[in-house]
């Protein structure tokens, strides 16, 4: 059964750092692509970045210069670095991912979990 757990949330001030994870299980061998996705209330989930299987990432240009996605092939683990943190940075911020080729909205994700937090303070 495959698994996606993320962890790392939580309250910071406005300038502060973070760092997300998400522990993958169960993958019957290295998906092609996984992503960071985040939802405010009220808001639709957006993309914030993504990697694909050869280390190739892309991050939405609202987070550029501020987050950095990467991942441990060797531990099966997602990470998301984030500094400078602003308070429109606040969300439920989730971790996807997929076997197929392509993979860039949301709708291109099949495996998803369940959300970390994260509030950002003024």
């Known amino acids: 059964q495959i698994q996606l757990v993320e962890s790392g949330g939580g309250t910071v001030q406005a300038g502060g750092s973070l760092r997300l994870s998400c522990a993958a299980s169960g993958f019957p061998y290295r998906s092609m692509c996984m992503a960071w996705f985040r939802q405010a209330p009220g808001n639709e989930r957006e993309g914030v970045a993504r990697?694909?299987?050869?280390?190739?990432?892309h991050s939405a240009e609202f987070v550029k210069g501020r987050f950095t996605i990467s991942q441990d092939n060797a531990e099966n683990t997602l990470y998301l670095q984030m500094h400078s943190l602003k308070p429109v940075d606040t969300a439920m911020y989730y971790c996807a991912a997929d076997f197929r080729l392509g993979c860039q909205s949301r709708t291109d994700f099949t495996y998803w979990g369940q959300g970390t937090q994260v509030n950002v303070s003024s």
């Open positions: 990697i694909y299987r050869f280390g190739n990432a």
